[in-house]
């Protein structure tokens, strides 16, 4: 049965007015002035982020994931994840992912394969993300951002996706890569030498 995407209906929000309410370095907030699709008028609030997200999911030769922990401001709490962070729009997300793969664990990766591209919060936010899983890896320094204070840690792979589904990984990029992959080792999907690792 065809999937129904409903993208042939077109947008039903008419925009009147969009003024910039706040901004700095990272983003923007962007109050819309709209018509509601029933014709009402209203407003609309989008948080634009200056940058694309990524997240990778790097394993390693035993089949182990590296996993990274911070203290999330916006939460108030703290989070297990896969190296993530932001890239320059322009600059290909591979390139920003090996980047903040580096800089977070000190990894490099040899082999590279998209995961997913995800819209994140999307009653709220237009900000996007690419994941990848990463493979083939070496370890060198890595070199946080002045913000940042990471744990790292290496779980096994079925571990890790206990942890998703016990609630103990929440972050959405995390739980949606984590749980791809698991999908993709099980339909036998993935290239040989990573799907031996995941059978470790």
Known sequence: MPIETGESAGNP???LTSTTRYENAWMEVIEHKVLTPKGVPGIYGVVHPRS?????????????VTLVGQYRFPLQ????????GGGRKGVEPQESAARELREETGLTARRWMPLMTLH??????DEVAHTFVAWDLEQGLSAP???????VRRVPFA??????????ITDAMAVASLLKLRVLAAEEALPDDLARRLRV
């Open 77 to 84: 709490q703290y989070s297990w994840e896969i190296p993530e």
């Open 120 to 125: 994140l919060s999307n009653c709220l936010t």
């Open 159 to 168: 571990e890790v996706i206990d942890m998703v589904m016990a609630g103990a």
């Open 13 to 15: 929000w008419t925009v």
């Open 145 to 151: 951002d002045e913000t940042e204070v990471l744990a």
């Open 52 to 64: 694309i997200a990524t997240g990778v999911v790097p394993i390693h030769e035993d089949g182990s």
